[in-house]
């Protein structure tokens, strides 16, 4: 929360309320959670970072399957 986006309570419309208008008077808070966003999902949901994590699990399922 406040890093990547805003997070709020589920099924609290103020709160909801209050975070869009909190992102619509505040141009610089928007470009520095849109960064920090994509920056995130750069690191971890890029191309090469999903083949790793599939390898793992694959890897891992294969350790498991071979320890029955």
């Known amino acids: 929360n406040g890093e990547t986006g805003l997070l709020v309570p589920p099924g609290d ?13 505040d141009a610089d808070l928007r470009a520095r959670l849109g960064r920090a966003g ?8 890029s191309v ?7 390898e793992a699990l694959m890897q891992n399922f294969l350790e498991e399957k071979s320890a029955l």
Not at 13 to 25: F, H, R, S, T, Y
Not at 39 to 45: E, F, G, I, Q
């Open 48 to 54: 090469e970072s999903m083949c790793r994590k599939y």
């Open 13 to 25: 419309a103020g709160a909801l309320a209050k975070a869009i208008e909190d992102l619509v008077a």
């Open 38 to 45: 994509q920056a995130h999902a750069r690191r971890h949901y």
